[in-house]
């Protein structure tokens, strides 16, 4: 059985390895990410960041309960962008979330992985069988369980 520790430290490589596959998809398979994308990278980027001090600094309580919250606020934002795309008339498209989100500092200093240039409707190509907010959506649940799993034995 596996420790807090171990486990916390496995959804943080698990969000890292995400990131990096948004990345690739990104910047080799010209993929560009919408803002509904963006989001959901700093919701992997805060559930690795928050499981890796958590697992660290022995605070698995606190902070695996805020990387929850980030798993979470990520279920929300791939929802929203299931249902932007089993509607397609609605749209995410330019609008004052892109303009937003691009103006935040780490999109201005780290445009290569926060700028938001693409349209949320445009995620349709497939990878492995289901496009990317998919993907995305089966990998906030299988991490929002493992955290649920990492407080539930922790508060035992």
Same mark, same amino acid.
């Given at each position: ?7 916390? %430290?496995?959804?943080? #490589?698990?969000?890292? $390895? =995400?990131? !990096?596959? *948004?990345?690739?998809?990104? +910047? ?34 606190? %902070?695996?309960?805020? #990387?929850?919250?980030? $798993? =979470?606020? !990520?279920? *929300?934002?791939?929802?929203? +962008? ?75």
């Amino acid at each position: 059985m596996p420790t807090s520790r171990n486990a916390l %430290l496995l959804v943080a #490589a698990v969000s890292l $390895a =995400l990131v !990096g596959a *948004a990345l690739y998809l990104q +910047h080799v398979k010209d993929m560009l990410p919408c803002p509904l994308c963006v989001i959901q990278r700093y919701a992997f980027l805060g559930i690795a960041i928050f499981s890796l001090i958590g697992a660290f600094a022995n605070k698995i309580k606190a %902070l695996g309960t805020v #990387a929850l919250l980030c $798993a =979470l606020g !990520g279920l *929300a934002t791939v929802g929203k +962008h299931l249902y932007v795309l089993a509607h397609p008339g609605f749209s995410c498209g330019i609008d004052p979330m892109e303009t937003m989100l691009n103006k935040i500092p780490t999109a201005t200093m780290l445009p290569w992985l926060f700028r938001a240039d693409g349209l949320c409707e445009a995620a349709q190509d497939p990878v492995f069988g289901l496009n990317v907010p998919q993907w995305s959506a089966v990998w906030f649940v299988i991490l929002t369980l493992a955290l649920i799993w990492v407080l539930v034995r922790r508060a035992r």
